[in-house]
């Protein structure tokens, strides 16, 4: 769990903040501000991480978020200084922020007020009117970060969790009397405070559950006002099955059952016609050989498919996880489609050879078949790869939706094709 600190502002106190029985108000420009904010917590300790070895004889304070900065390891004894945080600071000239880090590798605190003691003097004289409460913010941190999901994993998510913050978490905190569940964000929907024992509904999220704008989902208060958790798991457990359209399930599992059916056919018929070629030496000869290549082509696409739809699409959890291993599929998978195509214009391009070319050299001209049938279509699958990696917002379940950079492949099979007529 990420520690949690409230600034030491010089005795300067920015907003209010109401207790557990008055209310909680923050306008809209405050409310984007924690959100971008909880980005800021999650970069603070990723960047961690990524900094080179620390001598380890030497004592350091440890890497720090304090709501407005990030503070990263420092030598005991020596003081740390950053660039004053834009949002409290909109000067042109460069300021900066100090903290010292003590003796024996821990970040100073105030005694009476026990919060931390940080040097933002120098930020304050020209800082941002919209500057929210500092505990609101460190409430809202917390809160959130209670369990290990990290919402920034996936722009989806993102979107979502920042929706829930300004619209949900941040509106106005009026605690409802008694005992009640406290307004939450589980990953898919956000929940408002609900009296012990009530069921809370909201509307089933669009990015997993499609066209069910109507349907809801549910999360059961119980009656000590703990949210519900599953008997298996053990953890806060929301209710989406709800969610899900059965018959249109129905459907959409027959046809997967079909694709893979007609896949398992294809896989045994191309088997059989392997073995034959393989076994046969009579068989033996470029035209042979071409379209051993292509039937092998085809049958490792099908077993492919099978798998795709057998762990990748069968399994909601692989596609949320977006492992590297379903990410590497789709790329096999999409590799060997267009190796089909291409072998199909090998073959068609050996034929016109033969017409064509009086005196052949047969064992030149299967090389360049090669580069064109397994050699080009990696050319493509990279370039493909590449240009879809750079955006986050097309990495997503295991790359199954569709994205703008497909033209890469899709334009040179259908130039294929059109050559092979």
């Known amino acids: 769990m990420f520690k949690f600190t409230v600034l030491y502002l010089l005795g300067i106190t920015f907003g209010t903040i109401s207790n557990s029985s008055q209310q909680m108000a923050i306008s809209y420009t405050e409310k984007k501000f924690v959100a971008k904010q909880l980005r800021a ?101 917390t809160k959130l970060s209670l369990s290990d999901w990290n919402p920034y994993e996936a722009p989806m998510d993102e979107i979502s969790l920042e929706e829930c913050i300004t619209e949900i978490i941040l509106s ?24 012990a024992g009530d069921i809370a509904y909201t509307k089933c999220p669009a990015m997993i559950f499609p066209n069910s704008e109507e349907r809801t ?42 694709q893979m059916g007609g896949y398992a056919i294809s896989a045994t018929a191309l088997i059989i016609s392997l073995f034959i070629y393989f076994y046969f030496k009579a068989l033996q000869c470029t035209r042979v050989i071409i379209h051993k290549n292509l039937f092998t082509s085809f049958f490792v696409s099908s077993i492919l498919w099978i798998i795709w739809y057998s762990t990748v699409v069968a399994n909601h959890q692989i596609v949320k996880d977006n492992k590297i291993s379903c990410q590497v599929l789709h790329i096999l998978l999409y590799y060997f489609m267009v190796t089909n195509y291409f072998w199909m214009l090998c073959e068609g391009l050996y034929l016109h050879v033969l017409l064509v070319i009086a005196f052949l050299s047969e064992s030149k001209v299967l090389i360049w078949l090669y580069f064109l049938g397994w050699g080009f279509p990696v050319v493509l699958i990279v370039a493909y790869g590449v240009a879809r990696s750079r955006h986050s917002e097309n990495i997503l379940h295991c790359w199954m939706d569709d994205s703008k950079y497909l033209w890469i492949l899709s334009g040179p099979v259908c130039i294929s094709l059109i050559v092979s007529v």
């Open 41 to 141: 917590l999650r970069e603070c300790y990723s960047s961690q991480l990524e900094q080179t070895s620390y001598n380890d004889t030497i004592i350091y304070c440890p890497t720090d978020f304090d709501g407005w900065s990030c503070w990263l390891p420092t030598p005991a004894g020596k003081t740390s200084t950053i660039t004053c945080p834009k949002i409290i600071y909109e000067g042109d000239e460069a300021r900066y922020a100090t903290r010292f880090c003590q003796v024996d590798g821990t970040w100073p605190i105030d005694p009476k007020s026990q919060i931390d003691i940080i040097d933002y003097s120098s930020c304050l004289s020209n800082f941002s009117k919209q500057v929210p409460d500092v505990k609101l913010l460190t409430y809202v941190l």
């Open 172 to 195: 106005d905190h009026k605690p409802l009397d008694g005992l009640y569940c406290e307004r939450t964000y589980d990953g898919w929907g956000c929940w408002n405070d609900t009296k």
């Open 217 to 258: 989902a549910y999360k059961v208060c119980n009656e000590d006002g703990t949210w519900f958790k599953h008997p298996h798991s053990n953890k806060t457990w929301s209710n989406y099955t709800t969610c899900v359209d059965y018959e249109d399930l129905k459907f959409r599992q027959l046809i997967n059952s079909l």
